[in-house]
């Protein structure tokens, strides 16, 4: 089965960076899509970031881009996602998600692999 487990979560103030990552086991990760989303209390989950399999491809949620910068490593097994000037409003469990097809998914129907998630708390 396999598994996608986040990492680097935490608490920073606003204006801040953080890196988060995400490491995947028995999954053939070259032939995935990886994505971020992120859900707030009370709230849907977002997408927040995806990319192809080849790395080739990016996209970003509306609110996030040009702060976030998603990027991954195939021989690691790896994805990445940079934060930086953080504000209050991007306080959220961050997940990764995997999808074996070529195009990059912006709702969460489309992923089949699940992180439990990572917890990103902006201080203002």
């Known amino acids: 089965q396999a598994q996608l487990r986040e990492s680097g979560g935490g608490l920073v103030q606003a204006g801040g960076s953080l890196r988060l990552s995400c490491a995947a086991s028995?999954?053939?990760?070259?032939?995935?899509?990886m994505a971020w989303f992120r859900q707030a209390p009370g709230k849907e989950r977002e997408f927040v970031a995806g990319?192809?399999?080849?790395?080739?491809?990016?996209d970003y949620g509306a609110s996030v881009k040009g702060r976030f910068t998603i990027s991954r490593d195939n021989a690691k097994n790896m994805v990445y996602l940079q934060l930086n000037i953080l504000r209050p409003e991007d306080t959220a469990v961050y997940s990764c998600?995997?999808?074996?097809?070529?195009?990059?998914?912006?709702?969460?129907?489309?992923?089949?692999?699940w992180g439990r998630g990572t917890q990103v708390t902006v201080s203002s």
């Open positions: 990319i192809t399999a080849r790395g080739d491809n990016v």
């Open positions: 998600a995997a999808r074996r097809t070529e195009n990059i998914a912006t709702t969460v129907i489309g992923y089949t692999y």
């Open positions: 028995e999954l053939n990760f070259g032939n995935y899509v």
